[in-house]
T-cell receptor, first 112, second 115 residues
Framework: AQSVTQPDIHITVSEGASLELRCNYS??????LFWYVQSPGQGLQLLLK??????LVQGIKGFEAEFKRSQSSFNLRKPSVHWSDAAEYFC??????????FGKGTMLLVSP | NAGVTQTPKFRILKIGQSMTLQCAQD?????MYWYRQDPGMGLKLIYY???????DKGEVPNGYNVSRSTTEDFPLRLELAAPSQTSVYFC??????????????FGPGTRLTVT
C-alpha cells in the first residue's frame, strides 16, 4: 500500500531564510505527487504537482519541489521565506481511482 | 465560480444525533471525496465517488454514509454521532479521465464537535 512520510512535525525558519520540507513516499508505480498548504482555519490549497517530465517543478508563491526517484522523495523548497508562509504543509501521493494518500503534515513557523 | 462549498461551517451534535454535511462543486468535476482531519494525523479518506450514482469506501468509512445523485452534490451523513467523530471534515473534487489523476480542489471545511 502507498504511504507518505513527512519526518518533521514542526519546523521553525527565520524570515528571509531558505526552507526545505521533506517528503518520502512509498508507491510501486510511477507516482503522481502533490504539495498542499493549509492556513489556519482554511481548506487545502494546491502548491504544485508532479506528474511526469522535468523532475524540478515550480509552483505558486515561489515554491518548488524536486522529484528524486532513487530516494523516493519529493522535497519542497523556497529560497526566501515570508511571514505569510507560516502554515501547515501536506505532501500527497495519488493512487488508484484518483484517491490521494496524505502525509501527516509539517507545521512551518516563521520567526522574525 | 464558487469552487467547492461546504455547509455548515461549524456544528455541535449530541451523542446519538444524526446530521448531514453538505458539499457542492460547480466545476463539473466527476470525482468527489470526503476526508476527515484530526490533529497530527493528516487527512483520512472517508468515502469517494467517481460519478453520479457511484460511491466507494475509503480508509475510515465506519459511522458514515454518502450518496451522489447529481454531479454537483456529495452529502455526507452521520448516523448516531459519537465523540470519535469530532473532527474537521473536508470535501474535495477533481477531474479524472483515462486513468490520469488531476489535482483535488478542497472546500473550506466543517468543524464538527460531538459531546
Amino acid at each position: 500500500a502507498q504511504s507518505v512520510t513527512q519526518p518533521d512535525i514542526h519546523i521553525t525558519v527565520s524570515e528571509g531564510a531558505s526552507l526545505e520540507l521533506r517528503c518520502n513516499y512509498s508507491y510501486g508505480a510511477t507516482p503522481y505527487l502533490f504539495w498542499y498548504v493549509q492556513s489556519p482555519g482554511q481548506g487545502l490549497q494546491l502548491l504544485l504537482k508532479y506528474f511526469s517530465g522535468d523532475t524540478l517543478v515550480q509552483g505558486i508563491k515561489g515554491f518548488e519541489a524536486e522529484f528524486k526517484r532513487s530516494q523516493s522523495s519529493f522535497n519542497l523548497r523556497k529560497p526566501s521565506v515570508h511571514w505569510s508562509d507560516a502554515a501547515e504543509y501536506f505532501c500527497a501521493v495519488a493512487s488508484g481511482y484518483s484517491t490521494l494518500t496524505f502525509g501527516k503534515g509539517t507545521m512551518l513557523l516563521v520567526s522574525p | 465560480n464558487a469552487g467547492v462549498t461546504q455547509t455548515p461551517k461549524f456544528r455541535i451534535l449530541k451523542i446519538g444525533q444524526s446530521m448531514t454535511l453538505q458539499c457542492a462543486q460547480d466545476m463539473n468535476h466527476n470525482y468527489m471525496y470526503w476526508y476527515r482531519q484530526d490533529p497530527g494525523m493528516g487527512l483520512k479518506l472517508i468515502y469517494y465517488s467517481v460519478g453520479a450514482g457511484i460511491t466507494d469506501k475509503g480508509e475510515v468509512p465506519n459511522g458514515y454514509n454518502v450518496s451522489r445523485s447529481t454531479t454537483e452534490d456529495f452529502p455526507l451523513r452521520l448516523e448516531l454521532a459519537a465523540p470519535s467523530q469530532t473532527s474537521v471534515y473536508f470535501c474535495a473534487s477533481s477531474y479524472s479521465t483515462s486513468g490520469v489523476t488531476y489535482e483535488q480542489y478542497f472546500g473550506p471545511g466543517t468543524r464538527l464537535t460531538v459531546t
